[in-house]
């Protein structure tokens, strides 16, 4: 109560043209007070030549008023300050540009604390007490404070709007409900928001779930990380120890070679030398007979001459001759290391290419956004062409396989693989991953345009043809041109509007598949979101005569 008190003293010496406390305060002739420069400077303002009016009550003076200061409120004021609570208490905090003001403060506005929505009005805490103790108040619906109030109320009847059109999905007073709005579907607004408040939770009930799913995928994938890098840092590991053996075995081959070329370098060089100092003592020897020899010949006495002849010491048996052979055994060794090199590069080109392509891709399935455009549809374009041997009998391809006719002559042989109950046939190319492709029908109609599982029945059995009809069955999708779609022999009716070019978006691991017609906007005429289990083959059915549909070549 006491800061209650303070604040009312606040309130009542504040200037209501700065808001501040009172500053050289003068009174003028009606009671009110403000600042001498407030009230000098909103006169100077004003373009009156004969009255000066009061910014608060209105009231005029004629002629201009003469401002005296007030002493006693001067001596308040001062007062006031000293006892240091100029700010006010923060739950009585004055309202700025951006708050919400109370709508009942006459003079500096507080900040509002509830808004009521029956009253309309913005309430500080003070105000809104009577809402708590007065038990017609007690009914109000409070919210926190609002600037949207008027936003509640009719513009055309200024009455609030409790009520609502469903037929033009807004909101009402009960004046628009019997006029403008009679005979329309209008019920509470409460009763709408009921029901949007369980779509709401609904909605609320799907965002967390997915979150959910979302956050234990995030999990999977941190899982996938951590065992993607600890695979990658044992496969390094291992491969660093296998190549470190495969380094040490070919360092340990490669000493063997050098110590087996060295040994037999050694003991070549030795049997050498050795034949090498055999002959060079020969040649001694060789020489001094050949100089006992000559010492004989130049005798002059005959008889000396004969007399030596019979004591030199007859020749020994001379060696044979030497042959050196070309130099080729340590070339031997070079070939025999070049040829471990050649095979040991020619193994690691072989395996290399397994080695790097044993790494386990990792297909993480995050659903793609469909594309918007058929420029961006065209960027999953197939080329695909249709498989003669699937095609009933009755039906004539054409255009490269890319065009079917249903005709009244036969055209093919029979073939395990082709459709006998109805005029059908499959693409040759299997279909997975994204995949878009296009379809242009001509004639009078009668055109399924399908997918299929390749295991499709192609014979029906006598009680039952639809096993093996598109659409029938749990193997295929098909969208009769006729305005229907077919799925698991369930029928569904497809609105148009339709052109003769159809366009078909496959997300195989997404489990999208999306029919559209195309022309020069792309408009969805059904969308599937189930599981496939298999790869899928496009399709055509036929039910007219002379009815076509053809491939479109879209590269």
């Known amino acids: 109560m006491a800061q209650e008190g303070v604040q009312l003293d606040r309130e009542t010496f504040s200037c209501s043209i700065c808001l501040d406390l009172l500053k050289d305060p003068v009174t003028i002739p009606c009671g009110h007070s403000y600042c001498m420069n407030c009230i000098k400077s909103f006169w100077d303002e004003e373009d009156r030549k004969y009255s000066y009016s009061c910014p608060q009550c209105g009231q005029s003076f004629t002629p201009r008023p003469v401002l005296l200061k007030s002493t006693m409120l001067a001596d308040l004021v001062e007062e006031l300050k000293k006892t240091g609570l100029q700010a006010a208490p923060a739950d009585h905090c ?72 469903r037929t033009d999905q807004q909101l009402i007073c009960y004046l628009c409900s019997v006029e403008e709005h009679k005979g329309h579907d209008t019920v509470s607004a409460a009763a709408e928001r009921a029901e949007r408040q369980k779509e709401l939770e609904g909605s609320q009930q799907n965002i967390q779930q997915r979150i959910q799913d979302r956050e234990k995928d995030v999990k999977l994938l941190q899982q996938q990380a951590e065992a993607i890098n600890l695979s990658a840092d044992k496969a390094v590991e291992d491969s660093e120890k296998i190549f470190t053996e495969l380094i040490r075995l070919l360092e340990k081959r490669s000493s063997d070679v050098k110590q087996q070329v060295r040994s037999q370098q050694k003991s070549e060089v030795s049997r050498v030398k050795e034949l090498q100092e055999k002959l060079e003592q020969e040649i001694t020897e060789l020489k001094r007979k050949d100089a006992e020899l000559k010492k004989l010949s130049h005798t002059e006495d005959h008889n000396q001459f004969l007399h030596n002849y019979p004591s030199l010491s007859p020749l020994s048996q001379s060696a044979s001759s030497i042959h050196i052979l070309p130099l080729s055994c340590f070339e031997d060794v070079t070939a025999a290391v070049s040829e471990v090199r050649d095979k040991l590069q020619d193994v690691l080109r072989e395996k290399w290419t397994n080695v790097s392509l044993t790494g386990t891709e990792v297909d993480v399935l ?23 041997n699937t095609a009933h009998t009755h039906l004539l391809l054409s255009e490269g396989n890319r065009k079917a006719t249903l005709m009244r002559q036969r055209s093919y042989s029979s073939h395990p693989d082709r459709f006998t109950n109805w005029c059908q046939v499959l693409s040759r190319e299997s279909l997975t991953g994204r995949c878009y492709w296009e379809v242009e029908r001509r004639g009078r109609g009668g055109v399924y345009v399908a997918v299929a599982y390749k295991n499709i029945s192609r014979v029906g059995r006598s009680d039952d043809w639809d096993e093996c009809r598109f659409g029938r069955n749990n193997k295929s999708w098909a969208l009769d041109c006729n305005n229907t779609f077919w799925s698991n022999n369930v029928q569904t009716h497809v609105s148009g509007p339709w052109s003769s070019r159809v366009g078909v978006y496959l997300d195989h691991s997404a489990g999208i598949l999306s029919f559209y017609s195309v022309s020069k906007t792309m408009t969805l005429l059904h969308r ?25 070549k879209l590269k």
Do not use: W
Not at 366 to 388: M, W
Not at 538 to 544: E, P, Q, R, S, V
């Open 366 to 388: 995050l659903s793609q956004p469909e594309p918007k455009t058929r420029a961006g549809f065209l960027k999953y374009s197939r080329d695909i062409t249709l498989d003669p």
């Open 94 to 165: 004055y309202a700025g540009a951006e708050d919400v003001a109370c709508d009942v403060c006459t003079r500096r506005k507080l900040k509002a604390h509830k808004s009521c929505l029956i009253c309309l009005v913005s309430y500080c805490e003070k105000h809104l007490q009577p809402h708590f103790e007065s038990a017609p108040f007690k009914k109000h619906k409070l919210v926190e404070p609002s600037k949207k109030l008027q936003e509640n109320v009719c513009s055309r009847h200024d009455e609030v709007m409790k009520m609502f059109c």
């Open 528 to 552: 599937v979101q189930t599981t496939f289990t298999q790869p899928l083959y496009a399709g055509l059915g036929f039910y007219c005569y002379e009815a076509s549909a053809e491939l479109c």
